[in-house]
C-alpha cells in the first residue's frame, strides 16, 4: 500500500513516463554493451568498458532522478550537490566493474556483473536518497529497503544470464525485461521504503521550484552524455564491425584454400577459392547449406583435419582436406563454423608420382632397384610357388660409346627405347627392372636351367635392334649372366652376385654373351678380395719394400740414377709379383696410399745418398688423375729435404690417353715445381707420337720388348733407330730398359742411345751400393773392347 501511495503521489505522470521510458534506454544500453564487450578484441576492450559504463550508469542515473523530480512529499525538497555527483559516479563505476567482470570466460561470470550491476543501481539510488533534504522528518523500512536490494540483485543476475545466453546476436527482450523490472522494483520499493513527515505546514516557495529546475537541467545535462556517448559508442561498433570485416574479408580471400563461414547449418560467406572449387559464384553460396557439397559435415571433428570428398554435380568428386574450427567468440549454443577446404587433387597426384618414382626408374620408367628387390624376395621366399627362379644380370656393350660420341641425350633416348623394347618382350610372370647407367636385370620362374635361355634371347633381341635417334642410328650388344635359385645360392644378396659374376665373364668372353654361373668365378673373386685384404695388411705392417736398379750412361758408363721397384714379402717369406698385386691395388684404391708411402720413402733414401744421383719413382694413372698429387709431392720434398731436380716420375702413355687435358695440366704443376718427367714403356701404346706432342718430356724409356726382340729380326732394330731418332730431333734423351746382353748395349752405343737400364748393368737391389758403379765400369770397358775387336 505504501508503494501504491507513492505511486498516486506523483502528480507529474509524464515524468514518470520519461523515467519508464530512461530505464528500458538504459536496460536496452546496458544488455547490448555487455554483448559487444563480451565478443570485443582485446584491444577494444578498455573502450568498450568507459564507454558502456559512462551510457549505463549516467542513463540509470537519469532514470532516478527523473523519478525523483515527479515525486512530490508534500515539503519543499532540495539535493545536496555533493552527494548528487557522487551518486553519479557510483553508477558510473559500478556499472564498469560489473560490465568487466561479466564480459569474462570463467564460469558464472554474466550472474556475478548482474548481482555487482544490482549493487552499482542500489548504492547509486541510496546515495542519490542520501542527497535528498526537505523540512521533514524521514524515516525507513528495513524490510522495504532490503526487498528492494535483494530484487535488484536477483534480477540483475538473471537478466545478464539471459543475455549471455542470447549470444551475439539473439535477441535479448527478456534480458531486457528483466533488467527493467529490476531497476523498477529497486526504484519504487526504495521509495516506498522512505516515510516523510512534514515538521510544519507547507507553504508556497520558490526554492522547490528552483530545486527542480536544477535538477532538470542536471537531468539533461547528464542525458546529452548519455547521448554523446551512444553516438560515440555506435561510431565505435561501426568502426570495429567494418575493420572485422575488411580483416576478415582479407583473410579469407588472401587464402589460397577455399575458406567458408557456416552457422545452424547454412553459409554465411565463402571466398572466391571454395566458390571456384564447387563451380558456383560467391554471392549464391550465401544461405545455401554446406552439406549439399559435404555429405559427412556432421562427423567432421572441430580442431582436426579430415579428409572427405566435395560432390559436385555432373563432375568427379573432389578429394579435399577440411579444418573445422569453431568461433573463438561465439557462444557455445550459436557458434560460427569455419571450415577451411584444401584441394588435395594435385598433393595426391604428386604423392602418387613420389610412389611411382619411389619404385620405378625416373628415366624409363623400368621398375626400380626397391621394386626389384621386393619382386625378387616374393619369388623367391618360404611361399615361392616355383620350383627354380632364374635371375638375368644384363649389362649394355658399347653403350658408352654412344654417350662420348652422340651425347648423354641421346644415350637417355636408347636406354628410353630399349626398356620399351625390353617391357614388350616379357611374358606373364616375368619381370625387369633397371637398377641404373647400363644396368638392367629379369627375374623368371623356370623348369630347367635352360629354361632361362628363351628370356635372354628375347631381351638381347630387343636390345639388339638398331635405334633411330634422328641424326644417327646407333645399337647396342647385351652381355647376361644367369643365376638359378635355389640352385646357386638361396639367400638374394648371394643370388644377385653370382648372376653380376655370370655377367662380367659373358662381357670378358670373345665367343659367348650369356654365360651361366659356375662356383669357380666365385673362387676366384673370393681369392681377389682376400689379396686385397691381405694388401691392405701388407700397408699397416711395413710388409713392403723397396728395391733399386741401377741407370747409367751409354756412353761413359757412369751412373745417372736409380729406379725405384717396389716388393712385397709376405710374413711367409713369400714374395707377390708386382704383376698380380699392382692391379689389383689400382682397382681397390689401394695404390694411393701404396704410392704416396713408396714416393715418400725413396726421396727418405734418396737425399742421405753421398752422390746426388736421380731417383725415379713410377706413377699409376690412378695416382695421376688424382687433384691432390702435385701438393702430395711438394710436401714430401719438403719433408724429405729431396732436391726437385733428383725426382724422375715415370708415367705411361696409358694414363695420358685416358683424360689428355686434366693429365696435361697435373704434369704442368708438377714440373713446375722442378720435377722431371718421364714417358715410361715407349712404343706400347697407340698414340706415343701425340702424346709427346701434348707435352715435352724429359725423358723417353723405351720399352723392354723391343731389346729382348733384337736379335730376332730387323723390325724391332729399325723401331729403335726409329725411336732414337725421334728423340734426338726432339732433344729428349732416351733410356733403354731391358738391357741384358754386351751385343744389345754395343747395338745402342753405335746408335747414340742416351742411357740404359737391365740385368746387365745390375739388378735390382734392397740397397742403392756405390759398388753398382764399379761393376758397370767394367760392362762398359768389356763393350768397348768388344765393339774394337
Given amino acids: 500500500m505504501r508503494l501504491l501511495s507513492c505511486l498516486t503521489d506523483d502528480h507529474n505522470l509524464w515524468l514518470v513516463g520519461l523515467a519508464a521510458g530512461l530505464c528500458v534506454l538504459g536496460s536496452v544500453i546496458t544488455m547490448r554493451l555487455f554483448q559487444r564487450l563480451r565478443y570485443a578484441q582485446r584491444g577494444a576492450r578498455a573502450a568498450w568498458t568507459f564507454m ?3 551510457a549505463t550508469g549516467a542513463t540509470i542515473w537519469c532514470t532516478h532522478f527523473v523519478a525523483m523530480i515527479a515525486y512530490e512529499p508534500g515539503v519543499d525538497v532540495t539535493y545536496e550537490p555533493t552527494l548528487t555527483g557522487v551518486s553519479l559516479g557510483v553508477a558510473i563505476g559500478g556499472s564498469a566493474l560489473a560490465l568487466w567482470v561479466a564480459a569474462k570466460r570463467f564460469r558464472h561470470a554474466a550472474e556475478m556483473g548482474g548481482a555487482l550491476f544490482g549493487l552499482a543501481v542500489t548504492a547509486m539510488h541510496y546515495t542519490g536518497m542520501a542527497a535528498f533534504a526537505a523540512e521533514a522528518v524521514i524515516h525507513w523500512s528495513p524490510s522495504y529497503v532490503a526487498a528492494s536490494v ?30 527493467v523490472a529490476g531497476i523498477v522494483a529497486l526504484h519504487f520499493t526504495g521509495m516506498a521504503a522512505m516515510i516523510v513527515i512534514p515538521l510544519g505546514p507547507q507553504v508556497d516557495s520558490i526554492s522547490g521550484d528552483q530545486t527542480n529546475l536544477v535538477m532538470a537541467f542536471a537531468v539533461a545535462g547528464v542525458g546529452l552524455l548519455v547521448l554523446g556517448t551512444g553516438v560515440s559508442s555506435h561510431a565505435l561498433d561501426l568502426q570495429s564491425r567494418a575493420q572485422a570485416r575488411a580483416h576478415f ?18 553459409i554465411l560467406a565463402a571466398n572466391a577459392a571454395f566458390a571456384a572449387l564447387v563451380d558456383v559464384p560467391g554471392q549464391a553460396l550465401q544461405g545455401d547449406r554446406l552439406s549439399r557439397w ?34 573463438a567468440q561465439q557462444a557455445a549454443d550459436t557458434p560460427f563454423m569455419i571450415y577451411a577446404v584444401r584441394d588435395l587433387r594435385a598433393r595426391l597426384a604428386q604423392e602418387r608420382r613420389i610412389a611411382h618414382l619411389a619404385r620405378n626408374d625416373g628415366l624409363t620408367g623400368l621398375p626400380n632397384r626397391a621394386s626389384f628387390l621386393e619382386w625378387l624376395t616374393k619369388q623367391t ?4 610357388p616355383h ?34 623394347r625390353m617391357k614388350a618382350a616379357l611374358r606373364p610372370g616375368e619381370f625387369v627392372a633397371r637398377l641404373g647407367g647400363d644396368e638392367f636385370v629379369a627375374v623368371t620362374p623356370v623348369e630347367t636351367r635352360e629354361g632361362s635361355l628363351g628370356l635372354a634371347e628375347r631381351l638381347r633381341e630387343a636390345i639388339m635392334q638398331p635405334v633411330d635417334l634422328g641424326h644417327a642410328e646407333v645399337s647396342c650388344g647385351a652381355s647376361v649372366g644367369i643365376a638359378l635359385w635355389p640352385d646357386d645360392a638361396t639367400d638374394i644378396s648371394a643370388l644377385i652376385n653370382d648372376a653380376d659374376l655370370a655377367m662380367y665373364r659373358a662381357k670378358a668372353a670373345l665367343t659367348a654373351d650369356v654365360c651361366f654361373y659356375e662356383e669357380a668365378m666365385d673362387e676366384a673373386v673370393r681369392n681377389r678380395r682376400r689379396m686385397v685384404q691381405q694388401l691392405r695388411e701388407a700397408l699397416d705392417q711395413d710388409q713392403f719394400s723397396l728395391n733399386w736398379q741401377v741407370q747409367a750412361s751409354v756412353e761413359t758408363g757412369e751412373i745417372t740414377g736409380y729406379e725405384v721397384l717396389l716388393r712385397w714379402r709376405r710374413p711367409d717369406g713369400a714374395f707377390v709379383s708386382p704383376a698380380d698385386f699392382i692391379p689389383l ?10 704410392g704416396e708411402w713408396v714416393l715418400r720413402t725413396a726421396c727418405a733414401e734418396a737425399a742421405a745418398w753421398p752422390e746426388p744421383h736421380k731417383v725415379a719413382v713410377n706413377l699409376s694413372p690412378v695416382q695421376l688423375s688424382h687433384v691432390d698429387l702435385p701438393r702430395l709431392v711438394h710436401q714430401i720434398l719438403l719433408e724429405t729435404g729431396l732436391s726437385p731436380a733428383r725426382l724422375e716420375l715415370e708415367i705411361t702413355e696409358t694414363a695420358m690417353i685416358t683424360d689428355m687435358e686434366r693429365t696435361t695440366h697435373i704434369l704442368r704443376q708438377l714440373k713446375a715445381l722442378g720435377v722431371s718427367i718421364a714417358m715410361d714403356d715407349f712404343g706400347t701404346g697407340y698414340s706415343s707420337l701425340s702424346t709427346l706432342r701434348a707435352f715435352p718430356f724429359d725423358k723417353i724409356k723405351l720399352d723392354r720388348s723391343f731389346m729382348s726382340e733384337l736379335d730376332g729380326g730387323p723390325q724391332s732394330s729399325a723401331i729403335i733407330r726409329a725411336v732414337l731418332a725421334l728423340g734426338e730431333s726432339l732433344e729428349i734423351p732416351v733410356l733403354a730398359e731391358g738391357v741384358e746382353t754386351l751385343e744389345q748395349l754395343s747395338f745402342l752405343r753405335a746408335q747414340g742411345c742416351n742411357e740404359a ?21 767394367v760392362l762398359w770397358t768389356e763393350s768397348r773392347a768388344t765393339e774394337a775387336a
Fill in 249 to 266: 574479408d582479407q583473410l579469407m580471400e588472401g587464402s589460397v584454400d577455399g575458406m567458408v563461414v557456416e552457422q545452424d547449418g547454412r
Fill in 294 to 327: 559435404i555429405s559427412e559435415l556432421d562427423t567432421l571433428s572441430v580442431g582436426s583435419l579430415s579428409q572427405t570428398t566435395l560432390a559436385i554435380p555432373d563432375a568427379a568428386p573432389i578429394p579435399v582436406e577440411v579444418a573445422v574450427r569453431r568461433d
Fill in 387 to 420: 620350383a627354380r627362379v632364374a635371375l638375368l644380370a644384363i649389362d649394355l656393350d658399347r653403350f658408352k660409346e654412344v654417350n662420348d660420341v652422340h651425347g648423354h641425350a641421346a644415350g637417355d633416348q636408347l636406354l628410353v627405347r630399349i626398356a620399351e
Fill in 52 to 54: 558502456g559504463a559512462v
Fill in 585 to 594: 691395388a689400382e682397382e681397390s684404391g689401394l695404390i694411393l696410399p701404396i
Fill in 150 to 179: 535483494v530484487g535488484a540483485l536477483m534480477l540483475s543476475a538473471l537478466a545478464f544470464n539471459r543475455a549471455r545466453a542470447a549470444g551475439r546476436n539473439g535477441a535479448m527482450w527478456s534480458a531486457v525485461g528483466l533488467m
Fill in 381 to 384: 621366399g618360404d611361399n615361392s
Fill in 757 to 777: 737400364q737391365g740385368y746387365l748393368l745390375g739388378r735390382p737391389k734392397p740397397v742403392a751400393e756405390p759398388l753398382i758403379q764399379n761393376e758397370a765400369m
